[in-house]
């Protein structure tokens, strides 16, 4: 029993299980190195309405099934001004026979405590580590250590020539966390029994890990 992670660069995945498939915040053609989207999902779900993470248009929509997973929802803010810069972000936590996992969005704030509370134990988390619009590496980090996920899929960072300019470098996220696995695929499969890791995953191009 697993859910499968596919991660597709940027902040976007595909999370799935039981044959239903769910796309989270695909991005459009501008976000720097990155091929346009192409998906297929039984629904996409998106943080908030910035196309680099609500660009709906790249994901085809596939009819049948019952959503298996149970969703929770929390509104956090895009920014550490309570919304008035970039507004609002949602956080989503997706459980499935007893298995819990959190997508933050571009959190750009730490969360409020029963924010915090709700994202104890997680089996897997995907967090923004580059800064400038979210949470820099120190502070997610620092998140990681107050929650304690037993999978931390780091995103929203730059690695070579993909990612916004703006943005820091996957390395410097990377030197902060001793349980770093730099895996060769994009794909991760969450199960209950699993050891900790930082899961940092290869966005779906041979030449990546050769850029940095």
Not at 176 to 189: A, F, P, Q, S
Request: proline share 4%.
């Amino acid at each position: 029993m697993a859910i499968k992670i596919e991660y597709h660069g940027h902040s976007c995945f595909v999370i799935s299980v039981e044959g239903y498939r769910i796309a989270l915040d695909p991005y459009d053609g501008h976000v720097p190195g990155y091929a346009p989207l192409e998906l297929s999902a039984n629904e996409v779900m998106c943080s908030h309405e910035h196309l680099d993470h609500c660009y709906r248009e790249a994901v085809t929509l596939t009819s049948g099934g019952i959503n298996p997973f149970a969703v929770e929802e929390f509104v956090s803010y895009h920014d550490d001004a309570k919304g008035t810069l970039r507004g609002s972000n949602t956080i989503r936590i997706f459980a499935w026979r007893g298995i819990r996992i959190a997508h933050l969005g571009d959190m750009g704030c730490v969360p409020a405590r029963e924010i915090e509370a709700a994202l104890q134990n997680l089996d897997a988390v995907m967090i923004p580590v580059g800064g400038t619009y979210t949470l820099d590496a120190c502070q997610s980090n620092t998140l990681i250590e107050a929650i304690q996920p037993k999978i931390v899929i780091p995103m929203h960072y730059r690695c070579g020539r993909y990612g916004l300019e703006l943005i820091d470098f996957i390395e410097s996220f990377a030197r902060l966390r001793n349980d770093v696995t730099w895996y060769e695929g994009n794909t991760i499969l969450i199960e209950k029994k699993m050891g900790r890791q930082t899961a940092i995953l290869k966005y779906n191009d041979p030449n990546v890990w050769q850029e940095i």
